[in-house]
């Protein structure tokens, strides 16, 4: 069993940046991708980004592109995502979640990330 972690959520002015956490606990084993997802009351959820414990280059939505940064520290078993450039549409509840390249299997409880105009 994987337990996940969030934490970092909050409000942030439009423009400035904010810093999210997800510490997982249990074994990953073959189930080595972590990713961020975010969900908007009445919508989908929607992929952010990805990466692998093992490496490898991460994946990133269009409308994150080059204002998020998803990392990871394996020692900490702690992945991060790096969010710059906040607009207001980036308003959502933040779950991360451990799966692989298809399927996540395991998601934490969400961290509410408020973005004001």
């Known amino acids: 069993q994987v337990q996940l972690v969030e934490s970092g959520g909050g409000l942030v002015q439009a423009g400035g940046s904010r810093r999210l956490s997800c510490e997982a606990s249990?074994?990953?084993?073959?189930?080595?991708?972590m990713g961020w997802f975010r969900q908007a009351p009445g919508k989908e959820r929607e992929f952010v980004a990805s990466?692998?414990?093992?490496?490898?280059?991460?994946d990133y939505a269009d409308s994150v592109k080059g204002r998020f940064t998803i990392s990871r520290d394996n020692a900490k078993n702690t992945v991060f995502l790096q969010m710059n450039s906040l607009k207001p549409e980036d308003t959502d509840v933040y779950y991360c979640?451990?799966?692989?390249?298809?399927?996540?299997?395991?998601w934490g409880q969400g961290t509410q990330v408020t973005i004001s105009s």
């Open positions: 979640a451990c799966g692989t390249l298809t399927t996540y299997y395991y």
């Open positions: 249990g074994r990953t084993g073959s189930r080595d991708r």
């Open positions: 990466i692998r414990w093992s490496g490898g280059l991460p």
